[in-house]
């Protein structure tokens, strides 16, 4: 009993910094929330703390306190904590300084950097503590404050790309047995690409869009499809209705437009997936570091939109595939394999190939994306003249035990 009174008294301290950490941040502005994390780390022993975001195209961390430096994702031991979700310790000028990820469910937000002086077990814990309070007050906050937004943007937005980006979800979201997360360029030149993934007990709703052009008609085209999805989804409808719902609202409000893609399901209980794909490349699984020949492909159906080429009372076929404990379901845009330097596109065979020696390595879904989109931007030069869009989804469900 002594023991469990004093473990109860140790934790005393952390609940009431935590308290008074969260008041402070729900009644902060925005810009303030730096300030608040600093002074709860000195409350909490632990010197100074600083908050950096992710940029939009996961390349630097941005520091909200405007006097400190961006830090490189890749070559900076916080870019290495925000690559790898694990904290990394340094000497900084003969001083400590503590990484630990900002993450909000599966979705990485950026770094904490904490100089706690000397380190110890309790220490870190308060480090870990801080960094999941603060992920909570950002994704909090940043739903109503351009701020955060502002902060993490490197050039200036196109407007039809600002008005998308809106309908996006986060970068990544999943449990312990499924994760799925997206990735797409030209971030600031987005034309008529999105993805729109979400959770609803356990059903994994996940989708992409591509719709004709690249304008501010397409990105409309695009975001009245993913409202019209979402809406649908809302509502309790099957795969087929939710199609049936985007081909007669894109038919009624953009006549003249239309829109590939896929809408899939994922059971994340038993592993059945299901889908129905709109004109769109096939999806393609990947299962023991290969891909499955021709695993998902079903014959084409038309695209969204274009409600004369289906026959009148036909619904959308749904096609279903049982997957296994570990595989990838890959769904991406034209523009992925497309992508040209010179005569030279990047490939199917070469955008696979990737995918399987970064998981191989022991990526995370998310950083896998993160790398493959850029050696993407990389083969073309950073000039893509496509959207290119992917998301990638892993189904790994916990083995029972009894």
Known sequence: MADERDQV?????????????????HASIPYRVPAVVNRCARAMGLGSATVYLVDLQQQVLVPLDD???WLPVDGSKAGWTYRT???RVEEDRNELVVWVPLIDGTERLGVLGVRPGTLDATRLRRCHLLAHTLALVITSKRTYSDWFISRTRTKTMHTHTEMLRAFLPPRSIGT???????????????GGDAFDHSLTRNILHAGIFDSMGHDLASGLT???ALACCRNARR???DLPDMVATVDQ?????????????IMCQLNTDTGVLRWCNCGHP???LIRNQRVVDRALERPSQPPMGLDSLQAPGTAREVHEQALEPGDRVLLYTDGVTEARKGGDEFGLDRFTDFIIRSAAAGQRPAEILRLLIHDIRGHHNDELTDDATIVLIEWQPRISSD
């Open 176 to 190: 312990t047995s499924v994760i799925s997360t997206g990735v797409l360029e030209p971030a600031y030149e987005l």
């Open 222 to 224: 695009t975001a009245v």
């Open 249 to 261: 609202e894109l038919a009624r409000w953009l006549p003249d437009q239309f829109c590939t893609g």
């Open 67 to 69: 006097q400190d430096d």
């Open 9 to 25: 008294a140790d934790a005393w301290p952390d609940e009431r910094l935590l308290e008074r950490m969260l008041a402070d941040a």
């Open 235 to 237: 509502s309790g409808a």
């Open 85 to 87: 979700v694990s904290a």
């Open 282 to 284: 096939a999806p393609l």
